[in-house]
């Protein structure tokens, strides 16, 4: 996965706390991590873990990095 300014590479808590509407695109997925109490997963590999299609995986970076975009990062 190659999300942009490298947040794939970032602690999925600090991620959502810099960028909520991460967690609100993820939760589309069933991907739970609003509700993660620990927290210290890597995005990159919160998406991988979850057994989702390639074509899943795929929207999801795309719609992330679409995210980004919108808020100038």
Known sequence: MNFSN???DRAIQDV???Y???GEVLARYDIG???CKVGICLLK???SI???SK???AKIELEIN???ATTGE
């Open 55 to 57: 074509e899943d995986e």
């Open 20 to 22: 909520p509407g991460i």
């Open 66 to 68: 679409e995210f980004l």
């Open 16 to 18: 959502m706390q810099t």
């Open 50 to 52: 979850h057994g989702l």
């Open 6 to 8: 490298g947040v794939g």
């Open 33 to 35: 991590c609003i509700t």
């Open 45 to 47: 590999d919160v998406v």
